[in-house]
């Protein structure tokens, strides 16, 4: 998994050779999971690109919020006591 190559600000042309880059390199029985902001259109051909979120910038649902919250409560608790 590679989170966000974007984050520095990669401009228009940087940023499609960097993805370009990591799925050429990546070996052929992975799965690469990559976080962008915006998806390049000059992705290859095999790639699958998948949206999350309802509006910009956002990946949290609102509506899976309590059973999220749920599951993961009882580590939110031990982290905090």
């Known amino acids: ?8 600000g990669q401009d228009a042309v940087h940023l499609p050779q960097m993805l370009k880059f990591i799925f050429a390199q990546a070996p052929a ?3 690469v999971i990559v976080a962008v902001e915006e998806a390049s259109q000059s992705l290859p051909a095999d790639v699958d ?3 999350y979120g ?3 910038r956002q990946v949290l649902r609102e509506a ?5 919250n749920e599951r993961f409560s009882v580590y939110i608790k031990k982290l905090i006591l």
Do not use: L, T
């Open 29 to 31: 029985d992975a799965q």
């Open 54 to 56: 309802v509006q910009r």
């Open 64 to 68: 899976e919020f309590d059973e999220v």
């Open 1 to 8: 998994m590679i989170d966000a190559p974007n984050q520095q």
């Open 49 to 51: 690109i998948r949206s």
